[in-house]
């Protein structure tokens, strides 16, 4: 489809509107020029008598609709991007058959829509209004919005202007999934098995390197989170080396939470939780994705359920006694049968927390080029089963975001028993506390909390960048100074 723009160039959120109904078609842009034939979707703008006209105009397989504004005073880039594009869903509606679930609200973190609404004194009835109005939201999302955007609300207040979050990064795992998009490397490669103790022994320079910075900003950790990839591809003396250096150079008695990934039951033994309970960490994720052993297999993965069962109850007799478990909605082979069961089995081990992902199909996964096939269309079933199975169980929503790709525009939500949120992923999630990222892909994001300001320092994505280039990596985090110095 080609997408023409005159009078403007609002590209990135009418082609995000357009995804919404064509997930899957490549879009050519034009821009103060008009194309004559096939699929178009015209967005223009233009100067008027008593102001501008802003107008949008589609025709596909054959059919046209078309819509015209006449808006008082100048030009607005904000107020008029926002009115075109609520003209092209209503068009895109119309023409497709389709109203996502979403409406046109296009953005990764619509609960930070509630939030503010919430600060700026609104109460529910006037929020749903709204968003209805804005985005033509469905009441089942703005109930999940607003119902996550409560349980936020206590960890937002109690957050120390100073503080931030440490995210240290493994992206090695045993076995590539077939959905998966992260930079991740398996060590079933013998170079990324070569790398991996180079690889420790750096980060753990990093992480020395990173909590010298903070102490000198006077900066509080709060949260450690140790994420991948899957952390327990490393040895459980790599592991230990990783941790202890966390001990060694920050001073973890006050943080409310440390979290480590332990991720999948083919990574986890006894004595690799054993360390992670030793070196302080008060939350691990046991994360099955699925409890079907044919789409374990489907999805490139060696385990089986009953591994992943072994693997919580070993934790639990160790004493964790706050563990996440993750799901994913939407899996190759999967259906909602076989989602429901899931849910049912992962409920009746009565973890803390549960989150349900929603497939996204990017286009570096291995499932890109099979998505159709492979697939099951029913997400949507799945997903409402599951959100509504874990609200009847106890648990509660306390973050959701939407990525771009998400098979029929979904969302991910985590779920939790009352006291047991992940801080970490509210925190990053609302971009409320500066996270400074250690490892292969981190991405340190710097908040200012008295302005919103953000700056994001990025490290280099590959374990091999990322070692052979690593002094050149630590002249960036002069920016954190800079930053802080600078409030």
């Not at 919005?145 to 045993?174: G, H, M």
């Not at 941790?243 to 939470?257: C, H, L, P, Q, T």
């Not at 190759?332 to 849910?343: A, L």
Request: with cysteine; hydrophobic share 35%; net charge negative.
């Amino acid at each position: 489809m080609t997408i023409c723009f005159i009078g403007n160039s609002f590209k990135y959120e009418t082609e995000a509107v357009m995804k919404l109904f064509l997930p899957l078609v490549t879009f050519e842009f034009l821009f103060e020029e008009a194309a004559h034939s096939g699929d178009i979707c015209t967005v223009s703008r233009c100067k008027s008598e008593n102001g501008h006209t802003l107008s949008v105009s589609v025709t596909l397989d054959g059919k046209t609709e078309s819509e015209n504004l006449l808006a008082d005073g100048e030009y607005c880039d904000k107020t008029d991007e926002a009115e075109l594009c609520r003209m092209l869903y209503r068009i895109m509606r119309k023409l497709t058959g389709i109203t996502p679930a979403w409406g046109c609200l296009t953005g990764i973190r619509p609960v930070k829509k509630v939030n503010k609404l919430l600060e700026d004194g609104l109460d529910k009835a006037q929020i749903f209004d709204t968003l209805k109005k804005e985005y033509y939201v469905s009441d089942e999302k703005l109930k999940l919005a607003y119902q996550t955007a409560i349980a936020q609300a206590e960890p937002l207040k109690a957050l120390d202007k100073r503080s931030y979050s440490l995210y240290i990064s493994v992206p090695f795992c045993p076995s590539r999934c077939s959905y998966c998009s992260f930079v991740s490397h398996s060590i079933e490669s013998p170079g990324a098995k070569k790398l991996l103790p180079q690889y420790t022994e750096k980060l753990c320079e990093e992480i020395a390197e990173t909590a010298a910075i903070a102490s000198e900003l006077d900066l509080r950790l709060d949260t450690i989170y140790i994420g991948g990839g899957t952390p327990t591809t490393l040895s459980a003396e790599q592991l230990e080396a990783v941790m202890g250096a966390v001990k060694k150079n920050f001073d973890i008695s006050k943080i409310r939470e440390y979290t480590v990934e332990a991720g999948r039951s083919d990574t986890i033994t006894e004595k690799k939780l054993e360390v992670i309970r030793n070196f302080g960490a008060t939350r691990i994720s046991v994360n099955p994705q699925t409890m079907n052993d044919s789409v374990l297999k489907a999805i490139g993965r060696r385990h089986t359920a009953n591994d992943v069962i072994d693997a919580f109850r070993t934790a639990r007799r160790l004493g964790f006694d706050n563990i996440n478990m993750d799901t994913i909605a939407g899996l190759p082979t999967d259906t909602p049968e076989g989602f429901r069961h899931t849910i049912e089995t992962l409920c009746g081990l009565d973890p803390e927390s549960i989150t349900i992902h929603t497939l996204t199909v990017k286009r570096s996964s291995a499932l890109f080029q099979q998505e159709e096939k492979s697939v099951d269309s029913r997400i949507g079933e799945m997903v409402s089963f599951g959100q509504k199975k874990l609200l009847e169980t106890g648990y509660l929503p306390y973050y959701l975001y939407r990525q771009k790709n998400t098979v029929e525009n979904l969302e991910n939500v985590g779920f939790a028993k009352a006291g047991y949120e992940c801080l970490y992923n509210i925190y990053i999630m609302e971009e409320a506390q500066t996270i400074l990222a250690v490892g292969a892909a981190g991405s340190t994001k710097l908040v200012n909390t008295e302005t919103g300001k953000i700056e994001r320092l990025f490290n280099y994505k590959f374990p091999y960048e990322y070692i052979s280039r690593y002094d050149k990596m630590m002249e960036k985090k002069d920016g954190i100074t800079e930053f802080f110095n600078n409030i």
